[in-house]
């Protein structure tokens, strides 16, 4: 069985990718429609926090995690789905998140705002250049053929222009996108959250009997990866309120963008497939385990 994994094919049809499609658009216009050009600037003005939050999220994680599948030798498209994790940008649920954890909310949105941006670029370069720096990766990427300029073309639509369009209704129709946020930040959680629920039920028998292979490493990979950003953070002496700010921004990936990936490129590829929607679930669970236990404790100077 566990031969089969890398060569399992994920059940997923047309319908359900253009919901997809559709569904983190909305979401990626729903954070945007709270950011301003000034969220840019602040990040600006503050050089070594945009320093670390970049450095974290597309250089340091990546890294990790490359060093973590060698230590562990999983099977390909699994180490390929951890891959697809870590290039992804920072999941939009993570200023709720900061917000609830006693973060830093200011900075959290900035960076949601920045990394989205430099995400266009770095999603794909990352995805193709560690998948190919390891060989069992990089057979697959061999076969499936990625095309680089293709991915950066998708990446673009699903989260550049979503963001583009709700800084712009933000910056001309301010009460309309204040309006707008409320309704479409919580609607597209559950949207999305339905939607991983659903793919799981029409594909529960594959789901049962694979799960069990990527139960620890996602668990694990997880906690790897909100250590990564909260020791960096303090490594960097930022202050204890923006290092769980930078934990929680290294360690909640955007999967739903991973997953739309993985269908729309890798023919829902299945161990890759499998890690990365086990991901959606569990960090959240995980972030909000986090935040819950960071906003009970007393406040550090």
């Given at each position: 069985?566990?031969?089969?994994?890398?060569?399992?094919?994920?059940?997923?049809?047309?319908?359900?990718?253009?919901?997809?499609?559709?569904?983190?658009?909305?979401?990626?216009?729903?954070?945007?429609?709270?950011?301003?050009?000034?969220?840019?600037?602040?990040?600006?003005?503050?050089?070594?926090?945009?320093?670390?939050?970049?450095?974290?999220?597309?250089?340091?994680?990546?890294?990790?995690?490359?060093?973590?599948?060698?230590?562990?030798?999983?099977?390909?498209?699994?180490?390929?789905?951890?891959?697809?994790?870590?290039?992804?940008?920072?999941?939009?649920?993570?200023?709720?998140?900061?917000?609830?954890?006693?973060?830093?909310?200011?900075?959290?949105?900035?960076?949601?705002?920045?990394a989205t941006l430099v995400s266009l670029v770095m999603t794909p370069f990352n995805l193709h250049f560690w998948g190919n720096l390891y060989a069992p990766t990089a057979e697959i990427?061999?076969?499936?053929?990625?095309?680089?300029?293709?991915?950066?073309?998708?990446?673009?639509?699903?989260?550049?222009?979503?963001?583009?369009?709700?800084?712009?209704?933000?910056?001309?129709?301010?009460?309309?996108?204040?309006?707008?946020?409320?309704?479409?930040?919580?609607?597209?959680?559950?949207?999305?959250?339905l939607f991983i629920f659903i793919a799981f039920y029409d594909n529960f028998d594959i789901f049962i009997n694979y799960v069990h292979y990527v139960l620890i490493l996602v668990i694990a990979h997880n906690i790897l990866a909100l250590a990564?950003?909260?020791?960096?953070?303090?490594?960097?002496?930022?202050?204890?309120?923006?290092?769980?700010?930078?934990?929680?921004?290294?360690?909640?990936?955007?999967?739903?963008?991973?997953?739309?990936?993985?269908?729309?490129?890798?023919?829902?590829?299945?161990?890759?497939?499998?890690?990365?929607?086990?991901?959606?679930?569990?960090?959240?669970?995980?972030?909000?385990?986090?935040?819950?236990?960071?906003?009970?404790?007393?406040?550090?100077?």
């Open positions: 069985m566990i031969e089969n994994l890398d060569s399992l094919k994920i059940n997923f049809n047309t319908e359900s990718l253009w919901v997809l499609n559709i569904t983190l658009a909305i979401i990626m216009f729903g954070v945007a429609l709270g950011i301003t050009m000034e969220d840019f600037k602040r990040l600006f003005n503050n050089p070594k926090i945009l320093f670390t939050g970049i450095i974290s999220q597309f250089i340091l994680l990546p890294f990790v995690t490359f060093i973590f599948i060698k230590l562990v030798n999983p099977m390909p498209s699994i180490a390929l789905g951890m891959m697809m994790v870590a290039a992804c940008p920072g999941g939009n649920i993570s200023n709720f998140l900061s917000q609830m954890a006693k973060g830093n909310s200011a900075l959290s949105v900035s960076l949601t705002a920045f990427l061999h076969t499936i053929e990625l095309n680089p300029i293709e991915l950066l073309k998708l990446v673009t639509l699903i989260l550049g222009v979503p963001l583009i369009i709700g800084m712009l209704v933000r910056k001309h129709k301010p009460i309309l996108a204040e309006k707008l946020s409320k309704v479409l930040k919580p609607i597209s959680l559950i949207i999305f959250l990564t950003g909260f020791y960096f953070a303090k490594a960097m002496k930022l202050s204890y309120t923006d290092q769980k700010t930078l934990a929680i921004e290294t360690g909640i990936q955007n999967s739903g963008l991973g997953l739309l990936l993985i269908f729309s490129f890798f023919n829902g590829l299945g161990g890759m497939a499998l890690l990365v929607a086990f991901w959606a679930i569990w960090d959240i669970f995980s972030g909000v385990a986090l935040a819950s236990y960071w906003a009970k404790q007393k406040v550090k100077k």
